[in-house]
């Protein structure tokens, strides 16, 4: 009996604190934007984890800049705010970086506020493949031990959750606040890469040439980026234990088939037909 409740409250502490920690990201966050300088310029990547973040960063860069890639990190020229506000970096540095500032983004859509400035570019991807990606990764940075099943369960299954894949990507499709958005989809950069490129400097005002065209391709292909991962995968905590060099994975498209088993492929249909298809014509 004493093992069962001591085993019970170190649980019920755990949770307490996992919680607790959450909340003071949160708050940190929510503190660092209020000093946050907004510019019509801004140009916000929105996406739930694993969906293409990076490669909208890169892409995006290289469209509105001279595209140098002489940078340590992606970071440094393509921030994220919530990182920085976590690390305790002063919002003076992102309020002091020139137009267009490109900024990515994993908040959910109460985030953002009504009157944002600047523009939003949301990129969706096959939840399937999501689990995939996330679930590789979880394993080779969190937990070496995690299985595909547990991590589906926290991120997809767990309604509640703070990162629920369908509330997620359902908020930010439905768009109640008509927020300036253009939606993009991972497939379609995939298998119409130039065509949503040319959607995307549209939409950005931007005059896409053959140049800027042949340096986003350049810069944007899978060999670049897994070449020069340094750039834009996490950056090392001091820990020598984990592996960083498999943040740029493969970059595939239709993998989550072969990873799930027939009740989660049936439990992803009913959800995905009751939070995502009646959004599906933005996508």
Do not use: C
Not at 2 to 7: D, E, G, H, M, S
Not at 126 to 139: N, R
Not at 160 to 181: G, I, R, S, T, Y
Not at 227 to 232: A, I, L, P, V
């Amino acid at each position: 009996m004493y093992k069962k409740f001591v085993t019970l409250l170190l649980k019920l502490l755990v949770k307490i604190y996992k919680n607790l920690e959450a909340t003071i990201v949160e708050l940190k966050h929510q503190l660092y934007f209020m000093d946050f300088e907004e510019r019509d310029s801004d140009v916000f990547v929105v996406t739930y984890l694993k969906s293409g973040t990076t490669w909208m960063q890169v892409i995006l860069y290289n469209l509105l800049t001279d595209g140098n890639m002489d940078f340590e990190h992606i970071y440094d020229v393509s921030p994220w705010p919530k990182n920085q506000s976590i690390k305790n970096e002063p919002v003076s540095k992102l309020n002091s970086m020139p137009s267009p500032r490109i900024m990515k983004s994993h908040d959910d859509y109460s985030f953002f506020s009504k009157e944002i400035k600047g523009k939003i570019i949301y990129v969706y991807r096959d939840g399937k493949d999501v689990a995939v990606s996330l679930y590789h990764h979880h394993k080779n940075y969190r937990d070496p031990n995690i299985t595909f099943d547990e991590n589906f369960e926290e991120f997809f299954t767990k309604e509640k959750a703070v990162m629920n894949w369908f509330k997620f990507n359902k908020e930010w499709l439905e768009n109640k606040n008509n927020l300036p958005v253009l939606y993009v989809t991972y497939e379609q950069l995939k298998n119409n890469f130039e065509e949503t490129v040319a959607r995307i400097a549209h939409y950005l005002n931007i005059n896409l040439t053959e140049g800027i065209l042949n340096r986003i391709r350049e810069h944007g292909s899978f060999e670049f980026m897994k070449e020069h991962e340094s750039k834009f995968g996490l950056i090392p905590p001091v820990k020598e234990n984990k592996v960083y060099n498999e943040f740029i994975r493969k970059g595939k498209t239709g993998e989550g088939n072969e990873y799930m088993n027939d009740n989660q492929i049936a439990f992803f249909k009913k959800k995905y037909i009751e939070y995502i298809k009646p959004f599906e014509h933005k996508l």
